[in-house]
């Protein structure tokens, strides 16, 4: 039995939409522990493209059970979308259970959201405009509507009554938006209630059983450890803990049950939104950077910033996360290139420093300091085992793994569930070190090799 935490290491969209599919394959429960429709998981299965904003990945495994936890807010039209798109693929949704103390994402957040980044002109943040800060932070003030106050007409029409009046002064005083109409409003939600109904339980008693049962648990969060709301480049972060202890939180699990934390990382690093990025490439490069990668977000369809592999990032997740290995995703995005760099450490104000800073204005002046390595110019789509790839790649790989001093356990070279190295089954493999660093064994993936 393993229960294991997925997290992204990076800024987000490194494809733990992948990594969590594949690991699916040896969990029994799938839980999603924070964040909304402001995140997107994008699934190859064959000839079939799978996007999905609140429901697990695990889904498509027809005895996985899959669960979305306390600490994710959801936008009851969106899931109910994902529902009837997943049955009229013939995906069963039967195994789905939702928290019925997870928040509620309503139309006056959305709208409130939407308002609220325009105002900010040049000071914005970023967001998706889904409504997802005003649903935690309504959550925060004590203001929020539950799952569970959908499933009771009477609650639920009490409740809204009062606060979409109150929303609605501030869409009309503030923002100069029409207001709402509560009665149309909780209508709509109660037909919403209706559908959703028969997977509404207590996750965390379920979770827990599970436990008990000595099944395989898999945690998968969205987003990444940089837009952490304590722990990442604040304010330009996302409103919840994607960080691993983000995953006991969210769904009612206490941190002794954890027993593997797995982080998923990029061969090279993407953002979306605002705020600085010290490894940002302007030109050819981060051109073909986001064409290879098709680095387009699947909640938005905005394109993302692509820069070099940070490192300083990279241990910081480490350490902030308590990570135990490593997946990097595509690898095969970089096949192209005559050399490669990864950032190494940062100079602030003349200083070099290995440490990720805390401070936003002195990250927004960290200037990257580089190690430049030779590319391999071939393919690596085909790779299915460390030995079919190209040395420099091998290199590459090892390299990145001494600098962040954790092991690499899978290597993604495509979307596609196939074009994946496993090194080490994260899951039930043994916690032993790929790479040799202070005394650690040496194996496949050491620098030394």
């Not at 209706?194 to 000595?214: C, F, G, M």
């Not at 690596?380 to 001494?402: G, I, M, N, V, W």
Request: proline share 5%.
């Amino acid at each position: 039995m393993a229960n294991v935490i997925v997290i992204g290491a990076q800024w987000g969209d490194e494809g733990k939409g992948k990594i969590t599919d594949l690991l699916s394959r040896s969990a029994d429960v799938v839980v999603r522990y924070q964040g909304g429709v402001n995140a997107g998981h994008t699934i190859v299965v064959q000839d079939q493209t799978f996007k999905l904003h609140l429901i697990p990945s695990g889904i498509l495994y027809p005895d996985t059970e899959c669960i979305i936890g306390c600490g994710t807010v959801i936008d009851p039209q969106v899931l109910i979308k994902e529902l009837d798109q997943l049955e009229a693929l013939n995906i069963s949704t039967r195994n789905l259970l939702i928290s019925e103390t997870a928040h509620v994402t309503m139309p006056y957040h959305r709208l409130i959201d939407q308002a609220a980044e325009e105002r900010r002109g040049t000071h914005k943040i970023g967001t998706t405009g889904r409504g997802i800060g005003p649903t935690y932070a309504d959550k925060s003030e004590r203001t929020g509507i539950r799952i569970l106050d959908l499933m009771d007409a009477k609650e639920l029409r009490e409740q809204l009554q009062w606060t979409i009046n109150y929303k609605n002064v501030i869409l009309e005083k503030l923002y100069n938006l029409s207001p709402l109409d509560p009665e149309a409003v909780i209508e709509q939600y109660l037909e919403y209630a209706d559908r959703l109904r028969p997977h509404v339980v207590d996750t965390s008693l379920k979770i827990n059983d599970a436990i008990q049962q000595r099944r395989n648990i898999l945690f998968e969060g969205a987003q990444g450890t940089l837009l952490d709301l304590d722990h990442g480049t604040y304010p330009y972060v996302t409103s919840s803990n994607p960080v691993a202890g983000g995953a006991c939180v969210g769904t009612g699990v206490g941190p002794t049950m954890i027993d593997r934390v797995i982080g998923v990382a990029k061969a090279y690093t993407t953002r979306v939104g605002e705020g600085p990025f010290p490894t940002e490439l302007n030109g050819k490069i981060g051109e073909l950077l986001c064409d290879r990668g098709a680095e387009f977000g699947t909640t938005t369809g905005r394109q993302r910033r692509c820069g070099w592999f940070d490192a300083v990032i990279g241990r910081y997740a480490v350490r902030i996360n308590g990570m135990d290995c490593l997946a990097i995703t595509k690898l095969d995005v970089l096949d192209e290139l005559e050399e490669i760099k990864v950032c190494v450490a940062y100079e602030i104000d003349g200083q070099r420093s290995k440490d990720f800073p805390s401070n936003a204005r002195h990250f927004a002046r960290c200037r990257p300091i580089y190690k430049t390595l030779p590319g391999w110019q071939q393919s690596t789509a085909q790779c299915r085992s460390l030995d079919d790839l190209p040395r420099q790649a091998l290199d590459y790989l090892k390299f990145l793994a001494e600098l962040i001093e954790v092991p690499i356990a899978i290597v993604s070279l495509g979307a596609s569930r196939d074009q994946t190295i496993i090194v080490e089954d994260p899951i039930h493999g043994p916690k032993r070190a790929l790479l040799h660093t202070n005394g650690m064994p040496t194996s496949v993936l050491s620098a030394e090799a």
